[in-house]
C-alpha cells in the first residue's frame, strides 16, 4: 500500500471517529440528562479529532500526498464549463 493511500485511510478513519464520538455525546445527552459529565468529555474528545483532522489535511496538502481538484477536474485548464 503506497503513502497517500494509508494518509486516505487515516482520514476516513478520523472522519468515522468524529461521527461515533459526536453520537455518543448525544446518546450520552439523552440518557443522562445532565447529571454526569460524559457529554462533555465526548464532545471535547470530538473537538480534538477534528483540530487533528484539520492539521493532518493540512500536512497532506503541504506534503503533496493529497492534491485539491476543482469540479470537473477532467476539464482541461482554461475551457470554459
Known sequence: MSGPAIFKIAIVLLLAAILISLASGLIFLIR?????DRTVKSLTLR???????FILLFIGFAAGLIKPHGINPSAPPGSLP
Do not use: P
Open 32 to 36: 443522562d440528562k445532565g447529571k454526569s
Open 47 to 53: 473537538i480534538a479529532l477534528s483540530i487533528a483532522l
